[in-house]
């Protein structure tokens, strides 16, 4: 089993940076993929930005250039840094994590972009 516990949403004007990071603990030792997915209101679910354990990454044609994720594999912690956030960047975003195969989840942390 893992646990992920994210950290870092809130409120922030467009154009401005917010960073976030998801800790995975239990049997997170040899975590094949960690990530950020968001859901907006009324929308679907959708992957943000994922790293797997070597180091490759992945993100959503509407983040690239914007936003930069990283990983601790030492401390099981994925970060995401956020810059020149857009009101359509606003959602919750979750942490995610792919271990044994199966799909892991955290509880969300909110990112309103708003003036």
């Known amino acids: 089993q893992v646990q992920l516990v994210e950290s870092g949403g809130g409120l922030v004007q467009p154009g401005g940076s917010l960073g976030l990071s998801c800790v995975a603990s239990?049997?997170?030792?040899?975590?094949?993929?960690m990530g950020w997915y968001r859901q907006a209101p009324g929308k679907q679910r959708e992957l943000v930005a994922q790293?797997?354990?070597?180091?490759?990454?992945n993100y959503a044609d509407s983040v690239k250039g914007r936003f930069t994720i990283s990983r601790d594999n030492a401390k099981n912690t994925v970060y995401l840094q956020m810059n020149s956030l857009k009101p359509e960047d606003t959602a919750v975003y979750l942490c995610?994590?792919?271990?044994?195969?199966?799909?892991?989840w955290g509880q969300g942390t909110p990112v309103t972009v708003s003036s």
């Open positions: 239990g049997s997170a030792a040899s975590i094949y993929a």
């Open positions: 790293i797997i354990r070597s180091g490759t990454t």
């Open positions: 995610h994590a792919i271990w044994r195969g199966t799909n892991y």
